[in-house]
């Protein structure tokens, strides 16, 4: 009864009519046909105009987030971080417009060392996390929750003197004349100091950088080493003494997160034009 009810409810009206009057459906039908295709003319006409609208309002949007991205540029320095880095000329800087990875590129002897790292990659944080922090404060005495706030406070000042937002980078160091593996150090980015985060071998250099699904895929079984907090402390030494000699130091840490800020600022602002040209068509 109930499947025979809501096919009753789906069907046309004008059908439900002729069922019960012959003489009644026809008469709908003669009547109503003229006026719904009145009326779907008039709705039709009124999406369009309304789509145009929203076209240009659009479009007059970006062009005024342009105009104001634009003349924050012109206002904004290069930091010195990324000038000293580039004077420096220790690596070769391969930045492609459009294109979210920059890489970093220098030889050292008869090694070959690529540093990588991309412009949209955000800090994780985990929600489930986040709020069971937030509702450990929320369950404090009012008088410690006073005192944790402003000792972040505090602690945020401290913070603006330095850029303390991590970011990802990836070291592969290759010895092509020599043999087909390579080293991928997988590190952070942060206030002016790099750290080692693992330490990986690939028999293949290919793997290290995955540069197909044949690479994805052994990359993916491979072994990836231990943590690197768990080694011997004189190896973690060792091992980031041996980046430092290649040039991936103090002055790589502050270079990256700077960058990363003036690459995505000149993505933006190719993004809003892009954009407003599409919708300009």
Same mark, same amino acid.
């Given at each position: 009864?109930?499947?025979? *009810?809501?096919? @009753?409810? @789906?069907?046309?009206?004008?059908?439900r009519l002729?069922?019960?009057?012959?003489?009644?459906?026809?008469?709908t039908?003669?009547?109503?046909?003229?006026v719904?295709?009145r009326?779907?003319?008039?709705?039709?006409?009124?999406?369009?105009?309304?789509?145009?609208? /929203?076209?240009?309002?659009?479009?007059a949007?970006?062009?005024?987030e342009i105009e104001?991205?634009?003349?924050?540029s012109? +206002?904004e320095q290069?930091?010195?971080?990324?000038?000293?880095?580039?004077?420096?000329?220790?690596f070769? !800087?391969?930045?492609?417009?459009?294109?979210?990875? !920059?890489?970093? !590129?220098r030889?050292f002897?008869?090694?070959?060392?690529?540093?990588?790292?991309?412009?949209?990659?955000?800090?994780?944080?985990d929600?489930?996390?986040a709020?069971?922090? $937030?509702?450990f404060?929320?369950?404090?005495?009012?008088? !410690?929750?006073? =005192?944790?706030?402003?000792?972040e406070?505090?602690?945020?000042?401290? +913070?603006d003197?330095?850029n303390?937002?991590?970011? %990802?980078?990836?070291?592969?160091?290759?010895?092509?004349?020599k043999?087909?593996?390579?080293?991928?150090?997988?590190?952070? @980015?942060?206030?002016?100091?790099?750290?080692?985060?693992n330490v %990986?071998?690939?028999?293949?250099?290919?793997?290290?950088?995955a540069?197909?699904?044949?690479?994805? %895929?052994?990359?993916?079984?491979?072994?990836p080493?231990p943590?690197?907090?768990?080694?011997?402390e004189?190896? $973690?030494?060792?091992?980031?003494?041996?980046?430092?000699? *290649?040039?991936?130091?103090?002055?790589?840490? @502050?270079?990256v997160?700077?960058? /990363?800020d003036?690459?995505? =600022?000149?993505?933006? $602002? *190719?993004?809003?034009?892009?954009?407003?040209?599409?919708?300009?068509l």
């Open positions: 009864m109930l499947s025979l *009810r809501n096919l @009753a409810r @789906a069907a046309p009206r004008v059908a002729s069922a019960a009057s012959p003489l009644l459906a026809r008469q039908f003669v009547k109503v046909a003229p719904t295709l009326a779907a003319s008039a709705f039709s006409t009124a999406r369009v105009l309304r789509a145009e609208s /929203v076209d240009s309002e659009l479009s949007k970006l062009a005024s104001f991205e634009e003349e924050v012109k +206002e290069m930091p010195a971080s990324i000038r000293d880095f580039i004077d420096q000329g220790n070769e !800087v391969i930045d492609i417009e459009g294109k979210e990875e !920059v890489r970093l !590129v030889n002897g008869s090694e070959k060392i690529t540093v990588s790292f991309s412009v949209t990659e955000l800090p994780y944080q929600e489930e996390l709020e069971e922090d $937030q509702a404060d929320d369950a404090e005495p009012a008088e !410690v929750q006073q =005192q944790n706030a402003r000792a406070e505090e602690l945020e000042g401290e +913070e003197e330095f303390s937002t991590p970011t %990802h980078l990836t070291v592969v160091v290759e010895k092509p004349s043999g087909p593996g390579a080293i991928s150090i997988e590190c952070t @980015a942060q206030e002016g100091a790099v750290i080692i985060d %990986h071998f690939y028999a293949d250099a290919a793997q290290a950088f540069s197909s699904p044949e690479a994805s %895929h052994a990359r993916v079984d491979a072994y080493g943590s690197f907090a768990t080694l011997d004189d190896l $973690q030494v060792l091992l980031e003494q041996f980046l430092e000699e *290649r040039g991936v130091g103090e002055a790589l840490g @502050a270079f997160p700077d960058y /990363v003036y690459k995505e =600022q000149k993505e933006y $602002q *190719r993004w809003l034009k892009n954009v407003k040209n599409f919708i300009d």
